[in-house]
């Protein structure tokens, strides 16, 4: 049942607002006004209440008979839209899927993310993300959907939390606006058909936005713990990243918090508790467990994962002192090898087709909303609403701007939620007030802003679909003219120009979406769009590549995505539309040559048949049926014969484990059959241990017998040179 405090927090309600705005919003259907006079009389031989099926579809009492369907669709074509085609992704990352593939035979692995069965290495993240994958792929086997379903249900769950967040306080249109944006934001229908963290990162920090809100409504402490919660466990899915948004949340529910200041600071206390508990125990267990009974923390120089945690994956994003990692940032001049920073970052020809169509259009919201909740009481839900979505993504942004170290263009993922909750609360809101003069014009200001972005980014691609760029800016003017006076015209053209600048909005990213998700996209640096739509530089700076995702510059020359053909699981093959690999599939091959027909530094190796028959000769005998430089080399073989394949190195071949000593030991007792050539990037990446996978190299190109399959070189570690 709704109380009567629900629909006095209606957006544009006079408890919320004051004196009625010059033209009241659309009046609200009444909680009793059914078609049946006497909904909830109990009839002989009927329950009292409807069955779930039935309140399932019909939604809340007093809303329209239209609202619940329209969600429910929204969900239903978002899963389809996801869904679609898959498999055609293959394995995605190899690197993650190597992971969930070991999580799913090893309950250690599962525990502490290691890369492989045996538990030589983890990933460079905590284990926290995997966990739904790893537990699909024990129950329905390791292949494609297996491992990418999960993800998508999380990106569902994200539409749906976004929908309900914005449709609590300001009306369902204005939900499902904002679950459509979400929707149909390219790197978000990229990155929720990925195997990378994000899908969880972005599901869990929408949560934590959703419940401070609620937390302001009603001032109950269960809310603000559940968002510290959420926020803690999002942290265990890609560390200090999650922490980004705890400033304005902090901050909003500090001031606008309904009950004493010492009650919220209490609240607030038991929040960070929450947040530590919920992402601490983890690291406890992991930093407590004797480092030589638990596989290596991977990305770490220490096998720390608090150092793993404040260096390589922290404040080494921010300023570019990544030790080990492919690069870093570039220094102060702001251009690094990971793209230029500045305040026009997600703007720029790398960033702005992945995230920024309706970002302009969301910041003119953004202000208009909290210009017009500028004099409402401290309280105000509608107010912090804007201030907790806005806020969270305005800190999102800037740091995503400005941070000199490893970027990627997919990292924008987690503005979608929060940019898709501003446009819908800030559309819905003028709509509520079309009939002041400000409002309607500001409303039409962000629609032409839309059609005018999108405009520059569909020409940027002017090869791809000519006319949708004309489109979108003819339909968006066309309805930003209806909307200037949608407060003295009939409701139905006001509608009607509404309708047609949703539709100009979204006609770019949505047609970006469809692209995106009728592509297959592999290896470590996947982006969203059609061929050749973003490009990040890496060691150049800005400018074009050849092909989507390539890169320009660093090892010594052009390095560009291609074309491949459609990865399919154990081949570890590029993607139809963007590999973002290196020539020949990999970079380093014998002697620092440029290597053919192994992995490389992003993405995994294309095993042959032949090589896959090699390595399962005896397989059970071994801990590791072979070891290779670098974790993307590794996971293509790993994938390819199901058996654990150790990583020398890491993801790039720098970190210090195995040293020497203890690859011989292993080599000594038995446990490892061959060592792959080629892979990684080992010496020459500046980690503090760049020599140690090339020590290991060496010794064992100088000790063991080579083994030639195909253009794949390994060497037996069982059989010794002659003499």
Known sequence: MTTQHDHSTQAGSPTDWGPPPTAPP???PHPHRHANPHPHAHRAGEPEQAPFPRRLWRGRPEDPRWVRPAFLGLLAATLLLYLYDLSASGYANSFYSAAVQAGSRSWKAFFFGSLDAGNAITVDKPSAFMWPMELSVRIFGLNSWAILTPEVLMGVGTVAVVYAGVRRRFSPVAGLVAGAVLALTPVAALMFRFDNPDAMLALLMALACYFVVRAVEDGRTRWLVSAGAAIGFAFLAKTLQAFLILPPLAIVYAVCGPVKLRKRLGQLALATVALVVAGGWWVAIVELWPASSRPYIG????????ELTFGYNGLGRINGDETGSVGGGGGGNGSGRWGATGWDRMFSSEIGSQISWLLPAALILLVAGLWATRKLRRTSVTRASFLVWGGSLLITMAVFSYMAGIFHQYYTVALAPYLAAVVGMGAGLLWERRGETWASITLAASVVAAAVWGYVLLNRTSGYLPWLKWLVLIGGVAAALGLVFAGRISRRLALGAAAVGLVAALAGPAAYTLSTVDSAHTGSIPTAGPAGA???GFGGGRGPGRGNGGMR????????????????PGQGQQGRQNGNGFPGGGPMGEGGRMGGGVGGLLNGANVSSAAKKLLAADASKYTWVAASIGSQNAAGYQLATGDPVMAIGGFNGTDPSPTLAQFK??????????????GGMGAGMGGSSSGTSSQISSWVQSTFKKVTVGSATFYDLTRKKSG
């Open 553 to 568: 510059g660093g090892f010594g020359g052009a390095m560009p995505g291609r074309q491949g053909q459609q990865g399919q």
């Open 299 to 306: 990305g770490s120089q220490n096998n720390s994962f608090l």
């Open 26 to 28: 659309e009046p609200r």
């Open 665 to 678: 030991k292993y080599v000594a007792e038995g446990k490892i059959h061959y060592f792959i050539s080629g």
């Open 534 to 536: 973003s490009m990040m």
